[in-house]
């Protein structure tokens, strides 16, 4: 189904001559994205590797980073952003839009009911101390326009950029940062992986040699790896904050090995003797079979042929029948109400 917020924000920047900043959250569409006609003057920032690789070979300029808009080192006429899912990405950005203006410059924020458009909006106000100019759209789209100049109480971005400590299982230090897939907190899923990862290491004479960790997030899984013995490790996430966070671990923990930002390691041309993967799912939408699919194959195409995977899903989701298009031996070695994790060998 179209995103009629982004939508709208495409159709407005395909009509402009000047220069604009269009914000693209990770969970944006990527293909209404790539709608946008490529012109000199646009800019598109995204926290999306994969959007990044394609809007660049679309010849349009984008920049992949953790939603700095700072780094951009230039001002705009004009910054449009649909609000994101995450409360402090979207104050992070309202924070940061009035530096990256130009004088007299618009920053445009539009978003759904559900979403909590109304709330953002008045807390723009305050924060730009002016009132805005606001418009619906196709089924009550809210669009609100500013020209941010008396600036007021920046609003709370939970400290975007800093990464924190979080708690997380057996007092291992883990950071992390807003701006991924639950910063705060260690997945379920990912737990129960790493306890069918702990009984078959030690039914092994030796720990694992090289390990990749495919959609990483802040690490939880290479670092669990890590203190399991194994050699070295690569991990790999397609989202900025996640890269950022992970390669903070990797370094308070003397992990040997390296984060790669990349589409499910689509540029990683080596192969392991295992391979660890909780992949993203999205509950509702009919690409999530595809979505697994992808991590799968990746998984099959970055494992020696003596190697093991190990694969967590929800429930729901048919892994085996997935698995069977790429691996000989699927094993379901523990699953829960919510989760199970497959075992996947050639
Ligand atoms: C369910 S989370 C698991 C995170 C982490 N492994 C853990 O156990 O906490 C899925 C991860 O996949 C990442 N991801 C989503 N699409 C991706 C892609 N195309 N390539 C690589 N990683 C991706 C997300 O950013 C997220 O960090």
Redesign the pocket.
């Known amino acids: 189904m179209t995103d009629i917020g982004l939508q709208y924000l495409c159709d407005l920047v395909n009509q402009q001559q000047s220069d604009t900043l269009l914000v693209a959250d ?1 969970h944006l569409d990527s293909t209404t994205l790539l709608s946008l006609k490529a012109h000199e003057q646009l800019t598109l920032l995204s926290n999306r ?2 959007v990044y690789i394609a809007a660049t070979e679309n010849n349009i300029t984008c920049i992949f980073n953790d939603m700095d808009l700072s780094e951009l080192n230039r001002k705009f006429d004009l910054i449009l952003y649909r609000v994101s899912k995450e409360k402090a990405i979207v104050h992070h950005i309202i924070n940061q839009a009035p530096a990256a203006l130009k004088d007299h410059g618009q920053f445009i924020l539009c978003g759904f009911k559900n979403e909590g458009i109304k709330t953002y909006i008045s807390k723009a106000e305050l924060y730009f101390g002016e009132k805005a100019d606001i418009s619906k759209g196709e089924r009550q789209l809210k669009i609100a326009r500013f020209n941010p100049h008396a600036l007021g109480e920046a609003l709370d971005d939970r400290d975007y950029k800093q990464l924190s400590q979080i708690e997380a299982p057996g007092k291992i230090e883990i950071f992390s940062k807003p701006g ?3 910063w705060n907190k ?2 379920q ?2 737990l129960l ?1 790493v306890d069918a990862l702990k009984e078959f290491i030690h039914e092994q004479t030796e720990p694992p040699g090289n390990v990749l ?6 690490g ?2 290479s670092i669990m790896a890590w203190n399991l013995g194994a050699a070295k490790i690569i991990a ?4 900025a904050a ?1 890269i950022y966070s992970c390669r903070k671990n990797f370094q308070h923990h003397h992990i040997i090995g390296e984060v790669i930002a ?4 689509a540029s990683i041309h080596h192969q392991y003797d295992m391979v660890l ?5 999205h509950r509702g939408f009919d690409t999530e079979k595809d ?1 697994t699919e ?1 991590f799968v194959r990746s998984a099959s195409h970055h494992l020696k042929n003596s190697g093991t995977a190990f694969v967590v899903v929800n429930q729901f989701i048919p892994i085996e029948q997935i698995a069977a298009l790429h691996f000989k031996c699927i094993e379901v070695e523990k699953q829960n109400k919510s989760f199970k994790v497959v075992r996947l060998s050639s």
């Not at 960790?213 to 802040?218: E, H, N």
């Not at 790999?236 to 989202?239: K, R, S, V």
């Open positions: 990770e590797y994969d991924q897939f639950g260690t997945d899923g990912s992986l960790d495919l959609g990483c997030g802040y939880l899984l790999t996430d397609n989202n996640a990349d589409d499910c390691a993967c909780n992949p993203p799912f979505l992808k």
